[in-house]
């Protein structure tokens, strides 16, 4: 009984694993859009706390976003690519 019970739990691991790879690839293959979002969250809050959008004015973030821009070569993170930068400007101003 308890063998069976262990196998069961196993196979629902091995199930749950499957399909989050599955996402992974998703992501990866570009078939889920990275939202400006996302990328303001996986990618400006890697480093600090996440600013509060409302904060600044346009203008400001473009300078913001070129200033950590050099901050993320100077510390040797990947740079956000143009198509990146446009997302997430568009999250920050919207
Ligand atoms: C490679 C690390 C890194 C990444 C990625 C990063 N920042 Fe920063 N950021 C810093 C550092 C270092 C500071 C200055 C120290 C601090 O405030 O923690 C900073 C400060 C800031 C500040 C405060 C004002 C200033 O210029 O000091 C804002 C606003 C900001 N970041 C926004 C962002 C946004 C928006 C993104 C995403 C596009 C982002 N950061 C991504 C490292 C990073």
Same mark, same amino acid.
């Given at each position: 009984? =308890?063998?069976?019970?262990?196998?069961?739990?196993?196979?629902?691991?091995? =199930?749950?694993?499957?399909?989050?790879?599955? *996402?992974?690839?998703?992501?990866?293959?570009?078939?889920?859009?990275?939202?400006?979002? =996302?990328?303001?969250?996986?990618?400006?809050?890697?480093?600090?706390?996440? #600013?509060?959008?409302?904060?600044? *004015? #346009?203008?400001?973030?473009?300078?913001?976003?070129?200033? =950590?821009?050099?901050?993320?070569?100077?510390? *040797?993170? #990947? #740079?956000?690519?143009?198509?990146?930068?446009? *997302?997430?400007?568009?999250?920050?101003?919207?």
């Amino acid at each position: 009984m =308890m063998q069976r019970l262990f196998s069961i739990v196993a196979l629902c691991a091995v =199930m749950f694993a499957a399909q989050a790879d599955l *996402k992974i690839e998703d992501v990866a293959t570009n078939e889920v859009e990275v939202t400006g979002e =996302m990328l303001f969250i996986g990618r400006c809050g890697s480093c600090h706390e996440l #600013p509060e959008t409302s904060a600044l *004015k #346009p203008a400001q973030w473009k300078a913001v976003l070129k200033k =950590m821009q050099k901050r993320m070569n100077f510390l *040797k993170v #990947p #740079p956000l690519t143009d198509e990146e930068n446009k *997302k997430v400007y568009g999250w920050l101003t919207r």
